[in-house]
Structure formats: C-alpha cells, structure tokens
C-alpha cells in the first residue's frame, strides 16, 4: 500500500485535521479515520490510503457514465478505488464502496494512461465509487490523461467541495452527477446518511463555473424517492442554474443491497418523471437503465428529429451534421468533443 499525503487539508490544534475535500469537511484526531475509511490522521498529517489501489479498471463505452452529449460513442479507461462518503442503502456497487479493507492492484497513473491507449479509449473516467475520496489518484492521473491528449470525467455524488472543484477543474472535462430521491434531503438522510444536501448544490455551481459539462442524473426509486413535486423542483433548479440544455438522466432503480425488498421502478413511472422534466424547461432529458427505450434517444427539441438513437450504452445511428446541428431544422445541439462510433457497445475489464 502506497501511503500518499493528501491533498485539501488543514492542521487544526492538538494533531487534529480538518479534511476539505467533500461536504463533510470531516474534523479527525490523530490517529483516526475520515467517514470515507480511507483517510487517516497520523501525527497532524492526513494521509490518503487508497492511492493507485485499484480495484476496478474497465475500458467502457461513455454512454454507461452515463455522458450523452460528450464525445459520442468514445471509450474511456474507467477506475476505482475502495471507498466512499456516502452510506447508500441501495449501492449497486456496495461490495466496493463499502468495504472496510484496503484491497486493490496497484495500479500507477502512468499505467492507467497505458491501459487507456492500448484498450484504445478517448479519456479516463474516475466511477464506481466516489473519485472525490480518491482524489489525490485521480488529481495525478488526470495530469498526466491531458498530457497525452486524453480527456477525464467524474462520475460523482457531487458532495466534492468547492475547492475540490477549483483544483480539479483544469483537468476535469465532464462530469456527472448523481442525485437519488431527486434530492430529498430527508431521503439522503435516512437511505445515505448524508446530513446536507446543499454540498451538492453548491458544487455543480462552481462546476458550472469552471466551464465543466455537466450531465446530472436523478435515481427514481419506487415509493421512498418518486416524488413528482420533488423532482420538479430538481429540475427547475437545473433549468435555473445549469441551464436548459443540460442533460438530465432519469435512472431506473433495481434491487440491491439493503434495499432488496423495493421493486425496479415502474416503466410508466419513469415516463412521467420525463414529462415532469421536460415540461420544467430541460431540452435534453433521458430514461436510463431500460435498454431499448425510445427516450434512451436523442430529439431535436425544436423539430423533433431522430438525431441520436441508441441501444443501451452503444450508438445505433448517428443523425447529426459534421458542425453539430439539426439535420431537419439546423438547430445547434450542444454536444462536446466529436463523434467516435456507432455500434453496439460492452465494457471489457481489465481489473
Ligand atoms: S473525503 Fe470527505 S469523508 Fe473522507 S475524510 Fe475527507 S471530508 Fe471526510
């Protein structure tokens, strides 16, 4: 285990430290740990435990962050380490996020870039579990992803800090954001054990800010987070603050974890939360986890034009003009970075 000194920190008195890299801004003695478990006070300085401990590495199709209006049909080299700030009951990747111990293959930055250019990915994309916990690793391989003309993406819970934000934010291309419950603070506080939720909130404005593209997605689970007035007031707050076209993902919910006596969300459920979502302003929203679902596609808000269709994480067909705009109507479709490929697409794993 690589014992790396972290980044965003600050000394308080008695070896204490207080850690500001996610909106718990934890405050730990010496010889503790963060809430996230792998952070550690030792003598007055807070080390990261995680560094280049990976414990996932898959080469994966862009569509599963997922990233609808960045780069189209690219690959990118997608990595984790063990760890998280949040306590979700439901976690569908729980056996990672919450695990105790440190377990992982070391696996350096200039590896990482390594992979992603023999697995012939676009960029490298910090998921799984929560890039911000593992920062300093993902800060040093996205240095070097832009030396090599690779671009980086987060997939986040958005509970990163603001300063988090500005640090990362020259190498920091896309990211996004996963709200559950549509932001239901009573919801992250008894299915999460987050206190706050304005953390969040307060990241994606500074993300904005750094000119970062954002696609934020919403988990829609049956009867404790499908609240249509809740979702609403998320998606005015995206139309109010992030603007109109930014993309928003409506996430099927499936079974897991502690949560395994909820049921997936209902199809017609998850039509309505579109409705509720276009009709408050948001050009671009999407129906996630249901492969093969017309509204995985993307329509030309002004005309309504087929531009994008697609199948799960892949392309099928590609309806778009080489400046980005409505073949139908020449409406501008605010997509970043080019089109890749059309075609099915699978992750393969590395790690
Ligand atoms: S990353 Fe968040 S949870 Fe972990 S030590 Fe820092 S403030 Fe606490």
Known sequence: ????????????????????????????????????????????????????????????????KPL???????????????????????????????EREIIGKYFPPEDVIKAAKEYNCQGVSYTYTEPTIFFEYAYDTAVLAHKEGLFNTFVTNGYMTPEAVRKIAPYLDAATVDFKGAGDPEFYRKFSSVPSVEPIYDSLIEMKKQGIHIEVTNLVVPDIGDSMDQLEELAKWIYENLGSDTPFHLLRFHPDYNLTTIRSTEIKTLEEAYEVSRRAGLNYVYIGNVPGHKYENTYCPECQELLIKRYGFGIIKWNITEDMRCPRCNAKIPIKGRFHREGFAFPSPII
Not at 19 to 48: A, M
Not at 79 to 86: E, K, L, M, R
């Open 1 to 64: 285990m690589v014992r790396h000194e972290a980044m965003l920190y600050e000394k308080v008195q008695n070896n204490q430290v207080k850690c500001n890299l996610c909106g718990r801004r934890c405050l730990i003695k010496d010889g503790s740990f963060g809430f996230c478990r792998v952070r550690k006070n030792e003598s007055g300085r807070l080390y990261s435990l995680n560094y280049a401990e990976a414990c996932a590495a898959h080469a994966d199709p862009i569509g599963k």
């Open 68 to 98: 609808s209006h960045f780069h189209p049909g690219a690959y990118v080299m997608s990595i984790a380490t063990i760890g998280c700030n949040f306590r979700c009951q439901f976690c569908d990747n729980w056996n990672i996020s919450q």
